[in-house]
Structure formats: structure tokens, C-alpha cells
């Protein structure tokens, strides 16, 4: 297993991709103005749903791309956020100033809960453990019959902001996802240059140093998976509000494997990556699913071919071309 | 004994049939440079693993500045001030030279659960770091990646990495191992001037660099000690020449 | 809880434990030797029982059905490992989770385009449909009978094969140390290519038999893959004995777990929240059971490796 496939994540991104994020957040933040001459919500309510995937992607990309712990449940974080706000407003507690930070507290517990046993592992196994820890709470849900089961739960409305309904504007929530996507990044962003980021990068690049020079990897990593779960969770509250409806299908193995594409196809270990590899991916299904509902037998090996030949993602693509470009 | 600031007790380990550390008893005293001398497959490695805790004895006790170590993790005995360096360099390659020493000044400065702040840019870490650096020699070439860096630059950075610890007790694995001539006389140097801020467990096949710098020599042999003592006493020694010595020494 | 039923639900987790095998076996090899994480190859087990429906459609015979979809799942496997996987062994494992993930999509939607979404069937032989008499009021369906003794047999043929042949030999040397193997003159390229062969068959071969059983549709494999990892996992990496042992402990908790959670839970709680509570419980247990596993040993019940 070669640790040359992974280069070493650094704190920021190098040379012309500098302004990156910049520009990321200045496209986001004139969608939905492009979109007043499109007329329609249609590409607000998809941008929203990008960002909100983007948002998951990121606190991924700590986990993965920053911290080597490939977790293979991370769509049951997304899952449990989404599933507090359902069954809140089932009980009629329909403010958002309670069912988010519910839905955090859900999912960082779980988090915290689950990372304390997984963490012990590595390797597949850690692999497989996130997997299994993912299932559970797919399965805990599809057997919830008065939340819906395995049919999943319409929710009657979005939550309300301290008793506004401005989430109901979709230009408004696309902008309050845009804040928590902006929040979310520059939080992470911060944290990965921290004194506490660097021993996380460190130990994945040597976890047996990291422990001679008597860092004890294991409480950061388990920090980190929390930080990470409890993110998610942001993002799967802002997804039962887009979709006004939560569903098993939110935490199930195949999600978590996305995500990992996701922000594999971005590029890893870079943050920018992988908000630009979520809205690849969604906005890739998004226009070939309009042409045929086979698009994935072309993705697939899309998705190989990635692997083989494209191993920094776009961002390592983009890179590539800057410098060839440099040269002139 | 009361004063050594490791004391190793009857430690014992072995790989199914393989005895590799036979009921050893060792110590070093404050200060003091003791090197541990022997041929392939004694078990030197082994020890040092065992007393920075990347292997467990199976049986023994492992005493550091009077406190027994031996269940401990190695991040706990690292606090301690127990700091290693590894006979295959062991560093953060993506990281530059000076990061992978701030590391190691971060650890020694508590405190790293902070999650806000440039780490690359504390004066506070980056200066004992670059002063680690310069100890070793490596002051220009804080900045190159870690992986870039030649093979005894390498050897050197180790050892940076360690003393940024500021340890009681430094254990060096064969740290001249694979360096020419001139890097060997570098580290050498290095070494002696450090010697007497800490005590070191130096485990070295250079004999040169050995009888230079050691206060005391142990001869480890199929695991176990078979002479201690001065330089002097250990090169007359008729057991540690006809064992190991015999044709070491021109 | 009658004994009739007992007993029938022992042999249903028998027979599952028995699939399970035939496709962890495969998995836990290529595993073991190339240290290669392959999520795809539950889509080997759905492709087996595929490429069966289509030849049945051609022949008529389930044997030669058989026969030929096996060659044809050795077949693609071999190429598969050719063209793609060959150039991963090097790559650490995200690579290998994202690209194998990537032919899951492929396989999956290329059936449905291929075959269409409805899902297919494959009528068993003949001879071997209905039902036997085993005991006064227990009567058992003779193809799961076949599934097992199938199963069976060949865990005792892969048993004579790795510790009894020569070829056998270098696969167990290679599961705990390929560079060494590599380094002692064998051509390991070749000994990759037929564990993993061999293991996209055994993986066809599982799927061929549950077929008639089971109906054949896109996505069938997937569930099947995170019990065969399971099983893996529970019974350590690169072990056969251990994906026997574990295959059959995750067959017959699965069963008798889904089974009887409900009217065991209920001498705990009341029979309302016991039938609510039951059926999560029992879908969760194989996961419970790998955590503790994985908490008590982390790396597994028998791993090749070695702990």
C-alpha cells in the first residue's frame, strides 16, 4: 500500500488556486440572481441542494482527505440531523432555534458514541465498523413505524427562524444554506491550520511519530470524527427542510458512498475540493439523468478512470493545467 | 537504584521460540551518554522499542526517574520525557523540516487542542523549532519538505525532532546508520555537544563514533548484557572481544 | 416456537451461511493476498445468477446454464482484474473503495439496461424442485438441501486446495506476506489473477445457486457484499477457516435472530413494543455482533496475519 497515492495534505491550498474559494462562494452567491432571469426556483432549489451536500462533503473531507479515517457511515449523521427536525415537528416543535441544535446534539452524540469504538480500529476495519455503525441507524430508522418506516416521513412545513417563515422563501434558505456552507467552510478551514489540525495531518502521515512526540492521536481523531458528525448533522437539517421530507434512504450505505466520491472527485484534502466535487457529482446526475436513467453505467466507469489516471480530483486536474500554463 | 533515571528490571520478550531480551537489568544515570553496543540480531531495536513502548515485555519492569512506565502508552512516557528516534527515519515527509520539529515543541507546550490560530505561524513554536534546527545543523533547510531532504539530513532531522522535546532521556536507534564519512563526523560533533544537557541511550554500530562519545558501554548479546562499563574496561574486556569486539576494532 | 420451526430456521441459516461462504471466500482471499479491498464483488455474485437467466434462456438445462454462465463469470472477472484491478494493488484503499464502487454502478444499471429493472427467475432442475420429508411434520425444500450440500462440498474441496496443494500453499504464503512470496521467485502476478478468478467464480457460482429462490434483479448483490465484509471482518482477513466459521455464525444469528427477536424480546417487554422493537434489533444484530467482535479482537477471529 503505497502512502504515495495520498499526498500530504497541506494547511492551504498552493499557488493560483489561492482564489478559489473566492470564486466558489462570489458563483454560489449570484445563482440565485442568474436565476431571476431563468424565472423559476428550479436552479435556487438545486443550488441549495449542492451546498447542502457540500457542506457533508466538507466535514468528509476532515475525516478522509485530512485525517485518513475513511468512514464509510458518514450519510447516518446526515440522516440523523434530517430525522430530528421530522420528528420534532411530528411533536409540533417546528423552530429552527430548536430542532438544529437538537439535530446537532443527535448527531455529535452518535458521533462521540460510535468514534469511541470505531477509532480503536483501522485500516478495513475501521472501514467496515463506520459502515456497520451506519446500518444501524438505517435500520433504526426503517423500522421507526409511527415516523414513517421504511416509507419515510413528509414533513408538513419548513421549520420556522424564531418564529419567521423565512425558510419558506427558497431564495431566502438558499441563502441561509450559503451562510452555514460559508460558516462551515471557514470553520474547517481554520481548524485544519490549527495547533489541533496539524496533529490530525500529522498523524496521517505517521501515527507512530505523532504518538513518540506524545500526542495521544487517538482524542484528536475522536474530536475530529465529532466535529465531523455534528457538521453533517447541520447539513442533514437543512436537507429535511429543503425536501420537507425525511426518509431511511437518507443514511444508507450507498449515500456514504457518494459522499466519499464526492469528495474524492474534488480532490482530497484540500476543503475547496470537496464543495466542488459535491456539485460535480449532483449537478453531473442532475443533467444526465435528463437524458437517459442509465447515466450511471457511464459514471461508473467515469469514476474508474478517475481513480486510475485523476487521483488529485479536479482540483488536482486544475493544478496540473495552472502549471502547464505557468510554463507556457 | 535510586538515582538512574531508567531502570530497566529482568526484562524479558520473546517472538514465539526467539528469546530476544533475556531477563535484562540496565540503567543509565542522569546526564550520562551510555551506548549500547552489539551484532545484528541482538536486540537492540527491541529494547528500544520496549522502553519507548512500541512493544510490550513480557515480563519486567521499566523504570523512568522512579516511575513505573511499563503499562504506559508511548504518548504518556513522551510526556514524560522520553523522546526516540528511529533507525529508519521516521518523519512527517509532506511536512517541512521546521513544521515537523514545531510539532514537536507543540506537544512539549500542551495546549494543542486549539482550533483556531495559524500553528505554521507561532513565533512561540517556530522559534525553539528553528533552534532545534540549528543544533543539528539544519537551519538552512527548515523549509524544504521533510521528504526532500537527503538521507543523513534525514538522520539529523531525527534527532531534531528529539531534542525539541526537551527530553530527560534521549534514545537514539543507530542514527549514523546509512550516513557517509562526513555526516557521521557531523553528528558526532553534534552529539558531543550535547552531551551532558540529558541522558541518552545511543544504540550505534560505529565504533568510532561510539568510543568517542560514550560515558558508559553496555555489550548486548542474544538479548542479554554480557559486559558494562567504561570504554576502556569494555574494549579489554576478553569477553566482549572474542564475542564481538574481536574484529570491530582495527 | 415449535421444534419444526426451530429446526427449519437452523437449516435456513445454514443455507444462508453457506452462500455467505461462497462469496466471502472469494473476498477474503483477495483480501488476504492482495490486500485489495473489492467492493464489486457482490456484483460478481449478481452477474452469476444474470448471465444464468440469460444462458438458461438459450439452452433450455439448468446444468448447462450453469456450466456456461460460470465460464462467463470466470470469464469477466479475469478481465475485470486485467484491465483494472491489476493497477490498484499499489494504491492504498480509498482507491480501491472508489473504483470498485464505480463498477457497482456500472454492473448495476448495465443489468438493468441489458435486462430491465422487473425482476428475472431461473426455475430450478427438475429433479431437485419440491420438497423431501426430514421428520414427522417437517418437511424441507430440496433445492436449499442442494444449496447446502453444494456449499459444503466445495468448502471441503477449497479446505484439500489451500492446505493440501502446492498452489494452495503460495495462496496461504501470499495472504501473509506477498512481498516475501513475491521476492522467493513466484510469479505473483499469475497467482493474483487466479485467486482472484477463482474467487469472482465461486461468487457466480453463489449467486447461480440462489437464483431459483430468489428473484433476479439489479442490486441484488449489494446486501449480500456488506454480509460477506461482515463475515470477513468477524472472521479475520485472509482466513478461510475463518470465513467458514464466520459465515456460518452470521447465517445462523441472521435467521434465527429475524425470526425469533419478536417472541424472545417479549419475555423482556410487553408483545406491542417487542413487535416494534424485534424487527430493528434483528436487523441490527449481525453489526452488533462485529462490533463486540471487533471490540474483543480487532482484527478479526483467525486472521491471517496473525494478531
Known amino acids: 500500500m503505497a502512502a504515495a497515492s495520498l499526498a500530504a495534505s497541506p494547511a492551504r491550498p498552493r499557488g493560483g488556486l489561492r482564489v478559489l474559494p473566492a470564486g466558489i462562494f462570489l458563483a454560489f452567491a449570484l445563482i440565485p440572481i442568474v436565476a431571476l432571469f431563468t424565472g423559476g426556483t428550479y436552479l435556487v432549489s438545486l443550488g441549495s441542494r449542492v451546498m447542502i451536500f457540500a457542506i457533508a462533503a466538507v466535514a468528509l473531507d476532515l475525516l478522509v482527505g485530512y485525517g485518513a479515517l475513511i468512514s464509510f457511515g458518514h450519510a447516518a449523521f446526515i440522516g440523523l440531523g434530517a430525522y430530528a427536525v421530522g420528528i420534532l415537528s411530528v411533536y409540533g416543535i417546528t423552530d429552527a432555534l430548536v430542532s438544529l441544535p437538537v439535530a446537532l446534539a443527535v448527531s455529535a452524540a452518535y458521533a462521540l458514541l460510535t468514534g469511541v469504538i470505531c477509532l480503536r480500529t483501522s485500516g478495513v476495519y475501521f472501514i467496515m465498523i463506520t459502515l456497520a455503525f451506519g446500518q444501524m441507524a438505517f435500520f433504526t430508522a426503517s423500522s421507526l413505524a409511527p415516523f414513517g418506516g421504511d416509507d419515510g416521513l413528509t414533513i408538513a412545513a419548513r421549520n420556522t427562524l424564531a418564529g419567521f417563515p423565512l425558510l419558506r422563501d427558497e431564495r431566502a434558505f438558499y441563502y441561509v444554506v450559503l451562510f452555514c456552507l460559508l460558516g462551515t467552510y471557514v470553520f474547517c478551514r481554520a481548524l485544519v491550520g490549527s495547533r489541533f489540525g496539524r496533529v490530525v495531518r500529522g498523524a496521517k502521515e505517521n501515527p507512530v511519530r505523532m504518538a513518540t512526540i506524545g500526542f495521544d492521536v487517538y482524542r484528536f481523531q475522536l474530536a475530529t470524527y465529532v466535529i465531523a458528525g455534528a457538521l453533517a448533522g447541520l447539513s442533514g437539517f437543512l436537507l429535511a427542510n429543503a425536501t420537507e421530507f425525511v426518509s431511511p434512504a437518507y443514511m444508507s450505505w450507498q449515500r456514504s458512498g457518494e459522499l466519499i466520491v464526492m469528495v474524492l472527485l474534488g480532490g482530497l484534502g484540500s476543503l475547496d475540493g470537496a464543495i466542488i466535487g459535491a456539485a460535480a457529482y449532483l449537478l453531473t446526475e442532475e443533467w444526465l439523468s435528463g437524458f437517459t436513467e442509465h447515466w450511471k453505467v457511464i459514471f461508473g466507469p467515469v469514476l474508474v478512470l478517475v481513480v486510475l489516471f485523476a487521483r488529485g480530483g479536479l482540483i488536482g486536474l486544475a493544478s496540473a493545467l495552472v502549471r502547464r500554463f505557468a510554463r507556457g | ?250 | ?307
Open chain 2, 1 to 250: 537504584m535510586a538515582d538512574a533515571v531508567l531502570h530497566l528490571e529482568k526484562l524479558r520478550k520473546s517472538f514465539g521460540a526467539l528469546v530476544v531480551t533475556d531477563e535484562l537489568t540496565f540503567d543509565v544515570m542522569p546526564r550520562e551518554l551510555h551506548a549500547v553496543i552489539g551484532p545484528n540480531g541482538a536486540g537492540k531495536t527491541t529494547l528500544i522499542n520496549q522502553i519507548s513502548g512500541l512493544v510490550a515485555p513480557d515480563a519486567g519492569t521499566i523504570l523512568f526517574a522512579g516511575r513505573d512506565i511499563t503499562a504506559l502508552p508511548t504518548h504518556a512516557r513522551a510526556e514524560l520525557g522520553l523522546a526516540r528516534s528511529f533507525q529508519v527515519s521516521s518523519i512527517l515527509p509532506g511536512f517541512s523540516a521546521l513544521e515537523n520539529v514545531a510539532l514537536a515543541v507543540q506537544s512539549r507546550a500542551g495546549s494543542s487542542f486549539r482550533v483556531l490560530g495559524r500553528a505554521a505561524a507561532e513565533a512561540a513554536l517556530n522559534g525553539p523549532a528553528m533552534a532545534a534546527l540549528a543544533d543539528v545543523g539544519l537551519a538552512e533547510r527548515a523549509h524544504i519538505p521533510a521528504g526532500e531532504l537527503a538521507h543523513g539530513e534525514k538522520r539529523a532531522l531525527e534527532l531534531a525532532i528529539a531534542l525539541a522535546m526537551q527530553p530527560k532521556l534521549l534514545l537514539l536507534d543507530e542514527p549514523m546508520a546509512g550516513t557517509g564519512r562526513e555526516e557521521t563526523a557531523r553528528l558526532v560533533e553534534v552529539l558531543r555537544r550535547l552531551k551532558g544537557r540529558f541522558s541518552v541511550v545511543l544504540v550505534e554500530h560505529d565504533m568510532t563514533a561510539v568510543f568517542a562519545l560514550a560515558d558508559r558501554i553496555s555489550v548486548l548479546i542474544y538479548g542479554r548484557i554480557l559486559a558494562s562499563g567504561t570504554p576502556a574496561g569494555v574494549r579489554a574486556d576478553p569477553r566482549v572481544v572474542a564475542a564481538y569486539l574481536g574484529d570491530e576494532m582495527e
Open chain 3, 1 to 307: 416456537m415449535s421444534t419444526t420451526l426451530l429446526v427449519v430456521q437452523i437449516l435456513n441459516g445454514l443455507q444462508l451461511g453457506v452462500l455467505l461462504f461462497l462469496v466471502a471466500a472469494g473476498l477474503t482471499l483477495v483480501f488476504g493476498v492482495m490486500d485489495f479491498i473489492n467492493l464489486a464483488h457482490g456484483a460478481q455474485y449478481m452477474l452469476g445468477a444474470y448471465l444464468a437467466v440469460a444462458f438458461y434462456a438459450l439452452t433450455g438445462g439448468f446444468l448447462s446454464a450453469l456450466i456456461l454462465a460460470l465460464a462467463a463469470a470466470l470469464a469477466f472477472g479475469l478481465v475485470l482484474e486485467f484491465a483494472v484491478f491489476r493497477h490498484l494493488y499499489d494504491r492504498d484503499h480509498l482507491d480501491h473503495v472508489i473504483a470498485t464502487f464505480g463498477i457497482i454502478l456500472f454492473l448495476n444499471h448495465g443489468v438493468k439496461l441489458v435486462w430491465g429493472a422487473a425482476p428475472l427467475s431461473l426455475p430450478m432442475p427438475e429433479l431437485f424442485s419440491g420438497s423431501v420429508r426430514l421428520a414427522e411434520g417437517l418437511v424441507y425444500p430440496v433445492w436449499r438441501l442442494v444449496i447446502i450440500a453444494a456449499g459444503l462440498a466445495i468448502a471441503a474441496l477449497l479446505y484439500v486446495l489451500v492446505a493440501h496443494t502446492r498452489i494452495g500453499m503460495l495462496v496461504r504464503a501470499g495472504a501473509t506476506n506477498a512481498a516475501m512470496v513475491s521476492a522467493l521467485g513466484v510469479n505473483i502476478g499469475r497467482l493474483f489473477m487466479i485467486v482472484f478468478g477463482f474467487g469472482a467464480m465461486l461468487a457466480g457460482f453463489a449467486g447461480i445457486m440462489i437464483a431459483p429462490i430468489l428473484s433476479v434483479e439489479p442490486g441484488m448483490g449489494d446486501n449480500i457484499l456488506i454480509l460477506a465484509f461482515v463475515v470477513i471482518v468477524i472472521g479475520g482477513i485472509g482466513s478461510i477457516r475463518g470465513a467458514f466459521l464466520a459465515a456460518l455464525l452470521i447465517g445462523l444469528v441472521d435467521t434465527l435472530g429475524r425470526s425469533f427477536s419478536v417472541d424472545i424480546l417479549r419475555f423482556v417487554m410487553g408483545p406491542s413494543p417487542a413487535r416494534t422493537v424485534g424487527p430493528a434489533i434483528a436487523s441490527m444484530l449481525i453489526y452488533l455482533l462485529m462490533a463486540v467482535v471487533l471490540y474483543v479482537r480487532p482484527t478479526g477471529l483467525f486472521p491471517a496475519k496473525g494478531r
